[in-house]
């Protein structure tokens, strides 16, 4: 795996870290995740009217991805109503990388190779054991998380075989990005109403910011992809919980315990075997 990729799938595991913390500080989660999506739909809008579209094989996979991604950002909502950052996240996290391997290798034909399988598994066990009290995984709706899980795992998997049929990596992730935000916006509509969505709000900005860190976290992802294993790449990215472990100690007021250190001393170990 090129060093570049490396270095830059670790970027964007710190950026995708952060604004998970902005969400998981956030009183109104749906309403912040709602607006991140706005901001990302705008400015994936604008990126998109600048390209080529992409190639017409790699459409379904952008309206499967968007779908994806809407349920992945309830899931996570939901998740974060009964956990803390440092619990939820390496749940969510922690279950897709193996997950992404085994489907990349079904419905990819990509080969994984015994050391980076051995890699990727660390760092997936490295994740479990951030999120783990005592000898078990104790958390309310536990359910909510592993579903998290599930769809990064799932939209990983559509997005790596998409951005291979569309010709351009920028092009796939505008076009993509451009569906799924404007999805979220609907949703919350029909949940709630739109004067609240668009009612004025302290945490307004923080949250457009959020979206597009987000937006620019994945879309170094996608083009991670295009070029490397999507395991590989998907284990690299959930490193984000070591980035989350710090930033929710230092702005969430979260405890950071032996446990975590020794579970981030495995995560860094299987990073070197991967990298």
């Not at 964007?12 to 995740?33: E, I, K, P, V």
């Not at 092009?171 to 935000?181: D, E, I, K, Q, V």
């Not at 959930?238 to 930033?247: D, G, I, K, N, Y």
Request: with cysteine; proline share 4%; hydrophobic share 55%.
């Amino acid at each position: 795996m090129p060093s570049h990729i490396v270095f830059l799938t670790l970027f964007a595991a710190l950026l995708h870290a952060s604004w998970n913390t902005l969400l998981r500080g956030a009183t109104d989660r749906l309403w912040s995740m709602t607006i991140m999506c706005v901001a990302i739909a705008v400015t994936s809008a604008v990126i998109a009217l600048l390209v080529p579209l992409p190639s017409t094989a790699s459409w379904k996979y952008m309206f499967v991805s968007a779908l994806l991604h809407v349920g992945y950002n309830l899931c996570l909502i939901r998740s974060y109503q009964s956990g803390d950052l440092g619990q939820s996240y390496p749940i969510a996290r922690g279950c897709s990388p193996l997950l992404v391997a085994c489907a990349a290798a079904l419905f990819a034909g990509e080969k994984i190779e015994l050391n980076t399988l051995g890699g990727i598994t660390l760092v997936s066990c490295g994740i479990l054991m951030l999120a783990m009290k005592g000898y078990k995984l104790a958390m309310p709706d536990l359910k909510y998380a592993l579903a998290t899980g599930a769809f990064i795992a799932a939209y990983s998997v559509v997005d790596g075989i998409g951005v291979r049929f569309s010709g351009n990596a920028l092009s796939y992730t505008a076009w993509m990005s451009t569906l799924w935000g404007g999805l979220m916006p609907a949703l919350y509509i029909a949940l709630r109403d739109s004067r609240s969505l668009l009612r004025w709000r302290p945490g307004l900005p923080r949250a457009a910011i959020g979206g597009l860190v987000s937006l620019l976290a994945y879309g170094i992802i996608i083009y991670a992809m295009q070029g490397a294993p999507m395991g590989t790449v998907s284990a690299l990215r959930e490193t984000s919980v070591l980035f989350a472990a710090v930033l929710g100690y230092l702005f969430l007021g979260e405890s950071l315990t032996l446990r975590k250190t020794l579970a981030s001393i495995v995560i860094a170990t299987g990073t070197l075997i991967i990298g």
